[in-house]
């Protein structure tokens, strides 16, 4: 369901947290409305100059998008994207220059202020944040630099409050909150494993609700995944989807929260088959699956993210194993789609990030040669 980037490293201290189960209703069960493709959606392809792979991760209110490129040397480099197609390369200072090393940028909130991470020269993982001026502050968490932050589960609010993940000198993972003066607080969710690649999870672009509600997941000891809202007061809520397996690797993932404190995301049944799923403040979960989602293991419906006006995106991997994006609008109408130039042969195709309020949505996708390509679908 996720896809990473490293950067940085902190210790912090633990933020209180009280576990609270969260008592779930089962309230429809479906494979949902589905039409094929979107006739009347215009589509843009986003190359930056000079990559040969692309991947857009965030896209605010006025259309602008960030992500990361690969040149030809094998440099990362961040790029803002504007609504009429300018580009702007964003490479913060002390990113490295050798292969694999550089910057990538991860989301942009409403101000154009972003976040992002770099692998500096000696691929020690760094976080920075971007402001509209061009002006760049890397951050590090207290302790030096040997740890790392997940890069593409930043989430940068409209008061540049920055919510992400790091890994520890264990390999296990924390919740972080930087709030705009630089301050850091770790969380870790309640039975959350502490094994290697066990830990806390908060999601990517929709992580953080107006009222500072934090969702995500955790991984426990028995590698099983777990939902959680985190209150502002720093009280935990865990919850698992009906239906959602119980062996490795399986569980309840989450996408993200609107602001009406919705919540969406994905479990994965006991066949390994994914799912999508929306839950309501009062607790009723709503499941669905997209038309033509394959029912094999490791296949099926992924939702990733929920716009501030409750529409879902993702993508759903069907029975030969090729990536179809998918809309879901606040009815429960889904519509499919696959961008211009998708590759279908195995783990190509469409995978859509975030909508913006207009239901501009971002994401990339992977042609037939399995080079990834940035894309704006405009309704």
């Not at 602001?259 to 979960?285: E, M, W």
Request: proline share 5%.
């Amino acid at each position: 369901m996720r896809s990473r980037f490293l950067v940085g490293q902190f210790n912090a201290a633990l933020a209180r947290t009280t576990a609270l189960v969260l008592g779930l209703i089962m309230c429809s069960v479906g494979a949902g409305f589905s039409a094929s493709v979107q006739e009347k959606a215009t589509f843009i392809t986003i190359d930056p100059p000079g990559s040969i792979s692309t991947y857009a991760q965030s896209i605010n209110p006025s259309g602008e998008v960030v992500g990361g490129f690969l040149d030809a040397n094998n440099i990362f480099h961040g790029y803002v994207r504007a609504f009429d197609g300018t580009f702007t390369q964003i490479d913060a200072p002390g990113a490295g220059t050798g292969q694999y090393q550089g910057t990538v940028a991860t989301t942009i909130n409403a101000e154009a202020d972003i976040a992002g991470a770099y692998l500096d020269a000696s691929y020690v993982n760094h976080g920075f944040l971007r402001a509209r001026d061009g002006s760049i502050k890397p951050f590090d968490a207290p302790g030096g630099g040997t740890n790392s932050i997940w890069g593409t589960s930043l989430n940068i609010t409209p008061a540049e409050k920055v919510v992400g993940t790091y890994f520890d000198a264990s390999t296990v993972y924390h919740g972080f909150i930087r709030a705009r003066d630089g301050a850091l607080t770790s969380f870790d969710a309640p039975n959350a494993g502490t094994g290697s690649g066990q830990g806390t999870f908060p999601s990517g672009n929709d992580a953080v609700s107006p009222a500072g509600e934090i969702v995500g997941d955790y991984l426990d000891a028995s590698n099983v995944y777990h939902g959680f809202l985190r209150a502002p007061d720093g009280v935990f809520t865990t919850f698992d989807v009906p239906g959602a397996g119980t062996g490795s690797s399986q569980g309840t993932e989450i996408g993200g929260i609107d602001p009406a404190g919705t919540i969406t995301g994905t479990y994965t049944d006991d066949a390994n088959v994914s799912h999508g799923f929306v839950g309501t403040r009062d607790g009723c979960i709503t499941t669905f699956d997209v038309q033509g989602a394959g029912t094999g293991s490791g296949q099926g419906t992924s939702a990733q993210n929920i716009s501030v006006v409750g529409v879902i995106t993702g993508w759903s991997l069907d029975a030969s194993n090729v990536y179809h994006g998918f809309v879901r609008d606040r009815s429960g109408a889904i519509t499919t789609f696959d961008a211009p130039g998708a590759g279908t042969g195995e783990f190509e195709g469409t995978q859509p990030g975030p909508a913006n309020p207009a239901g501009v949505i971002t994401g990339w996708y992977y042609d037939d040669s399995f080079t990834s390509h940035g894309f704006l679908r405009i309704p």
